[in-house]
C-alpha cells in the first residue's frame, strides 16, 4: 500500500507528533542531550503554541511509557478530579457545560509535563521550555489543518461575546479568512512559558499564575478555587493490560476509559483476518460489532476496580462476547456515555496525540486535550492561556449510573498506548478523537498486527467512527459496495463525504525493532502530523 507520507526511520531517536514544529522541538531536545523524557515536555509546550486549539498547559493528559532503566511500563495520570468545587446539582445535561467558566476542570498538563521531568529526565525547565517560547514570541505561519480550526471556530467563538473579545485579542484577527501562511504570534502566552521555565510548577499551582487564572474564572462566573490547582497531583499507576497476537498491550487503567480498546481487541481474537479481503465487508462488519460491544461494557461499568476488569477481561466473560460478534444478529447501543434515548451525533472534539522514542530505549506515548476545540473558550487575558471545557466531559446526565462527584475521579476517553512482545517494547501508538480513540486505535492494531501493513500505512488506512445506535461513518476511500454491505448487516452506515477526515482521529506512533534497534516514525495526514528523526 503506498503512503501519502514518507516512511522515517532511525536509530538515535524520533518524535512523531501532530505538527511540524512540535516534532521538530521533541527532536531538538534529544539531539541536545535530553531524554524521550525531556523531550515529551518540549513538544507538549510546543503544541500549546502551534495547536492552541488541541491542548496546552491548561489542559489534561495521560501518558503511558517504556522507561527503560526499570525495564517496565508505567503510566502518568495529569487527569486531575472533578473539582472539589464544581456544584454537579446545578446541571443537568451536558450542553450546559460546553463553554464558559463553569466547564473549566483543573489545569493537569503542565503538571504532567513537570513531573515526567522531574522523576526521569535530565534538563532544565528552562532549556525544555525555551524553543515554545521562542516561536510563540516569533510566531509561526498556520498549517492547512490549522488555517481550517482557525476558520471554523472564529465563526463559532463569535457566538459567545463575552468570550470573543479576548479570544480575538490573543490569536489575532484571523478568523474566517485564516489561510496557510497565515502568522500567528502569542506574545503572552511566550511569557508565560519563559515564567514557567524560570518558577517551575508552582507558578500555576499556588503562584501568580493560579491566582490569575481563578480570579478570572470566578469573575466570569466559573467556581474553580485556588485549592483546587493546589489539589493537582499527577499519580503514576501499573498500566490495565491485555495480550493480542502475543502483543501486550498497556493503557492507562480506570478511571480512564481506554480498557474499552482491551476489551474489542480480546474479542477480534476470535476472528481470523487472514481470510478476510482488508476493507471488505467482512473486516468492518466485525471490527464494528466489537468496537460497539466493547463500548457497551465500558458504559456499564464504567470505572471498574482492578479485580473488576480482570473479571471483565477473563476468558468466559471474553468468550460470550465473541459469540456475540460473531453471531450475526445486529449490534445497537451507545458509544460514548450513558444516554436515556440512542444519539447520532458524536460529541465534538480536539485532542492532540505524539509519540517519542530515545537512543536509551525509552519509549513514550502522551494523549492531551482541551477537550472541545479552544475548550471552554476562555483565555485568561494578558497570559496566552486557553482553559480547558474538560467538566463538559463529566457525567451530569439525571439518572446516569455514572453521575460525576465533585472530588471524585473524572474519567477520560484518552488511550496513549505501549505495546511489548516478549517483554520488549515495539510500539507506541496514540489518537486524538474524543471516544473515537476508543474506537480507531483498534483499527489500526488490526491493520498492523493481523494485516501485516506498515506503520504509516496502517495509520493512513480508511477508518470509521460509530455513534449512537447503529450509525457508522466511514471515510469516502471505503468502496460503495461495501458500505452496502455493512447496512445489510445492520449498520446504519454511510460515507463522511470526505476521503480524509479528523473526525476518524490523527494517529502519530513510533514503533521500534528490537533485532536492530531501528525506529520507525509515522503520522497522520488527517491532520498536520510529521516526524523528526534524530
Excluded at 25 to 50: H, Q, S
Excluded at 61 to 73: D, I, S
Excluded at 176 to 185: F, K, L, Q
Excluded at 436 to 451: H, S
Amino acid at each position: 500500500m503506498a503512503t501519502k507520507l514518507p516512511i522515517v526511520r532511525s536509530h538515535h531517536g524520533m518524535v512523531a507528533a501532530a505538527h511540524p514544529l512540535a516534532a521538530e522541538a521533541g527532536a531538538g531536545i534529544l539531539r541536545d542531550g535530553g531524554n524521550a523524557f525531556d523531550a515529551a515536555a518540549a513538544t507538549g509546550a510546543m503544541l500549546n503554541v502551534v495547536e492552541p486549539f488541541m491542548s496546552g498547559l491548561a489542559g489534561l493528559g495521560l501518558a503511558t511509557m517504556w522507561v527503560a532503566a526499570e525495564q517496565r511500563v508505567r503510566v502518568l495520570d495529569f487527569v486531575p478530579p472533578v473539582p472539589a468545587s464544581f456544584p454537579v446539582a446545578r446541571f443537568s445535561g451536558r450542553h450546559e457545560l460546553e463553554r464558559g467558566a463553569a466547564s473549566v476542570a483543573s489545569p493537569g498538563n503542565l503538571a504532567g509535563w513537570c513531573e515526567m521531568v522531574r522523576a526521569y529526565g535530565r534538563l532544565e525547565l528552562g532549556r525544555i521550555f525555551a524553543p515554545a517560547a521562542l516561536v510563540a514570541a516569533e510566531g509561526f505561519a498556520l498549517l492547512a489543518f490549522g488555517a481550517r480550526e482557525f476558520a471554523d471556530l472564529a465563526g463559532i467563538m463569535a457566538g459567545y461575546p463575552a468570550l470573543f473579545e479576548t479570544w480575538q485579542a490573543t490569536y489575532g484577527a484571523h478568523g474566517r479568512d485564516a489561510r496557510p501562511g497565515s502568522i500567528i504570534r502569542q506574545p503572552d502566552l511566550a511569557e508565560t512559558l519563559a515564567a514557567v521555565g524560570r518558577e517551575g510548577l508552582g507558578y500555576l499551582y499556588g503562584g501568580a499564575l493560579g491566582a490569575r487564572i481563578v480570579a478570572h474564572i470566578q469573575a466570569m462566573g466559573g467556581t474553580l478555587t485556588l485549592q483546587d490547582l493546589l489539589d493537582v497531583r499527577p499519580v503514576w499507576t501499573e498500566p490495565a493490560r491485555t495480550t493480542y497476537r502475543g502483543v501486550d498491550i498497556h493503557l492507562p487503567p480506570p478511571p480512564c476509559e481506554g480498557f474499552q480498546i482491551l476489551l474489542a481487541l480480546r474479542m477480534l481474537e476470535a476472528v481470523e483476518f487472514g481470510g478476510l479481503p482488508r476493507g471488505g465487508v467482512n473486516h468492518l462488519d466485525l471490527v464494528c460489532r466489537a468496537i460497539r460491544l466493547a463500548a457497551g461494557m465500558r458504559i456499564a461499568d464504567n470505572n471498574p476496580s482492578p479485580d473488576r476488569l480482570a473479571q471483565m477481561l477473563s476468558e468466559s466473560r471474553i468468550a460470550q462476547a465473541q459469540r456475540r460478534v460473531l453471531d450475526g444478529v445486529p449490534v445497537e447501543g451507545p458509544t460514548e456515555q450513558w444516554v436515556p434515548a440512542p444519539s447520532l451525533a458524536p460529541a465534538d472534539f480536539n485532542t492532540t496525540s505524539f509519540s517519542i522514542a530515545d537512543r536509551e530505549g525509552n519509549l513514550v506515548c502522551v494523549t492531551q486535550s482541551l477537550g472541545s476545540a479552544f475548550g471552554s473558550g476562555v483565555v485568561v487575558p494578558g497570559t496566552g492561556i486557553c482553559l480547558n471545557n474538560f467538566l463538559y466531559w463529566a457525567d451530569v446526565q439525571n439518572g446516569s449510573p455514572n453521575r460525576s462527584r465533585a472530588g471524585e475521579a473524572l474519567p477520560i476517553c484518552m488511550a496513549p498506548s505501549i505495546s511489548l512482545r516478549d517483554g520488549v517494547p515495539i510500539l507506541a501508538l496514540g489518537t486524538p478523537g474524543s471516544y473515537g480513540i476508543l474506537q480507531t486505535q483498534v483499527q489500526a492494531m488490526v491493520q498492523y498486527f493481523d494485516y501485516g501493513l506498515g506503520l504509516q500505512a496502517a495509520i493512513e488506512a480508511p477508518r470509521a467512527r460509530l455513534a449512537d445506535g447503529r450509525a457508522v461513518l466511514v471515510e469516502d476511500r471505503v468502496e460503495g459496495s461495501v458500505i452496502t454491505g455493512l447496512r445489510e448487516r445492520g449498520h446504519d452506515a454511510a460515507a463522511f463525504g470526505m476521503d480524509w477526515t479528523m473526525k476518524v482521529g490523527g494517529m502519530q506512533a513510533v514503533a521500534l525493532d528490537p533485532a536492530t534497534g531501528a525506529m520507525t516514525g509515522a503520522a497522520d495526514p488527517r491532520r498536520d502530523g510529521q516526524v523528526a528523526a534524530v
